[in-house]
């Protein structure tokens, strides 16, 4: 499918009206921070949803609720304060490959975020003063692993310098930082342009992002993400990401098969 840079911005922009749109949100895992009002709350039930955002949405939404609940709805207050005993609740979690030693552990790291950083915005935003989003997502993922946490749990932090898209992390990032005025994304990182975010590639976005020509590489790796990120910023280079909802919404509809 060829269409003139104009006629894709046209296409693209459209699709981003009708598709980002508050009304998915409760079956989303984008519906677990929006339970919350405190930005800590918001930010870290955020992180946690998006850690476990793969399989299906459903049960994604049903395991990330059970995580507020074992943390008393007060993730923020649990982060801090919690004690030994408080993490033993979490020995029964599981998410496919995410169990509740990978769970205490992120517990851990993030009281070491806060306690030590300034929590996750600063992180972030100190990666990105060091470099694009795979430098910043790398630098974010060293800073939380200086925290206790079993070697398993590694895992479950993609490092785009060794080639993963980090699909879940710029998910996240986009949810944080892109103030898009539809209710959906929060914004209620100031220190971050969305300019900066990448686009959190998978299955729907990057088949999609080929049939319109935005993207050549068949691998959905950080060089595919780099590739399609290079596209989304000559049609809008001050909230590219925003094409997400547009790329995804045209992938499960079906409508260019």
Known sequence: MKLSLKDMRDYLNEKVVQYNRPDFIPFDPISIPHSFSKKEDIEIS???????????????VTNANRIMDLMDRAPYDF??????????????????????????????CMRHLYSEFGGLEQVF????????????????????FEGKHAARTEKHVSNPLAGS????????LR??????????????????????????LD???G?????????????????AVAEIDQALRTLDPKDP???????????VSGELN
């Open 241 to 251: 990401v925003k094409y997400d909802f547009a790329l995804f919404g045209i992938g």
């Open 175 to 200: 949810w944080m930082v892109r103030n898009d005025q539809a209710g959906v994304d929060f914004g209620i990182w100031k220190k971050i342009s969305p300019s900066k975010l990448s686009l959190p």
């Open 125 to 144: 935003f100190e990666g990105f003063e060091k470099g694009e989003a795979d430098v910043a997502i790398s630098f974010f993922r060293e800073k939380f």
């Open 46 to 60: 955020a992180f946690l949803a998006a850690t476990i955002s793969w399989g299906n949405r459903k049960s994604i």
């Open 203 to 205: 299955v729907h976005t």
């Open 79 to 108: 982060i801090l304060n919690h004690k030994t005993a408080d993490l033993r609740s979490m020995n029964s979690f599981v998410h496919r490959t995410f169990n509740g030693e990978d769970l205490a552990g992120f517990v851990k």
């Open 165 to 172: 898209s980090s699909k879940r992390l710029n998910m996240y």
């Open 207 to 223: 088949n999609v992002g080929r049939t319109l020509g935005l993207l050549s590489r068949t691998q959905n790796d950080w060089k």
